[in-house]
């Protein structure tokens, strides 16, 4: 609409569209008018680039570098896990990220760090069902198909109450 009102050109503009996922599709765009043989803007004609996989590289790369420097100035580490939680779901649309810190001499349970607000209320059925055995074996543990997993038989409905469909923990 710009490019038509003024007629001026728009010159690799980075911008977003929302795919049907709800996530983020960025492109950069040139947009020129296009104009009839008496200088008048009768259209627009552009080209589109998708730049998401290097926008998602650039604020990866800001991110990590954000947490190294608050780890360097002693930020406490509740802090730093929000903020790697954060950067981790920015990177893939539908991605949760939960961090459920325990000790590694005791299974004393610390603080969950999750962007799910009810996870805590859960999180000692988590440790001792879908991730016990990854305490258990200290490996990691993959649920390909959360509502078919053994393990997750008592938190399905917490599963699909958060349209989890797919788990990993180590």
Same mark, same amino acid.
């Given at each position: !609409?710009? $490019?038509?009102e003024t007629?001026?050109?728009?010159? =690799?503009? +980075?911008?977003? /569209?929302?795919?049907p996922? @709800? @996530?983020? $599709? ?8 296009l104009r009839n043989d008496r @200088?008048?803007?009768i ?6 680039r ?8 650039d604020?990866? !790369?800001?991110? &990590?570098? @954000?947490? /190294? ?7 406490p580490l509740e802090?730093? /896990?929000e903020?790697l939680?954060?950067?981790? +779901?920015s990177q893939?649309s ?9 000790d590694?001499d005791?299974?004393?349970?610390? &603080?969950?760090v999750?962007?799910?607000? =009810?996870?805590?209320a859960h999180?000692r +059925?988590?440790?001792?069902g879908?991730?016990?055995e990854?305490? !258990?074996k200290? =490996?990691l543990? $993959? ?5 078919? =997993?053994?393990?997750w038989?008592?938190?399905?409905e917490?599963?699909? +109450?958060h349209?989890l469909?797919a788990?990993?923990?180590?």
């Open positions: !609409r710009e $490019v038509v007629g001026r050109p728009m010159i =690799d503009s +980075e911008e977003y /569209l929302l795919a996922d @709800g @996530g983020k $599709v960025w492109i950069a765009t040139t947009k020129v008018p @200088g008048e803007v259209g627009v004609i552009g080209v589109s998708d730049v998401t996989r290097r926008r998602l590289a604020a990866m !790369r800001e991110g &990590q570098a @954000g947490i /190294l420097e608050m780890i360097v100035s002693g930020a802090s730093v /896990l903020e939680v954060h950067l981790m +779901e893939s539908g991605t949760v990220v939960s961090i459920l810190p325990i590694n005791r299974p004393i349970l610390r &603080q969950t999750s962007t799910l607000s =009810d996870i805590e999180r +059925e988590l440790l001792n879908p991730f016990g990854t305490i !258990r200290r =490996d543990i $993959v649920a390909a198909d959360v509502a078919a =997993d053994p393990s038989a008592k938190q399905r917490f599963a699909a +109450e349209s469909r788990c990993w923990s180590t």
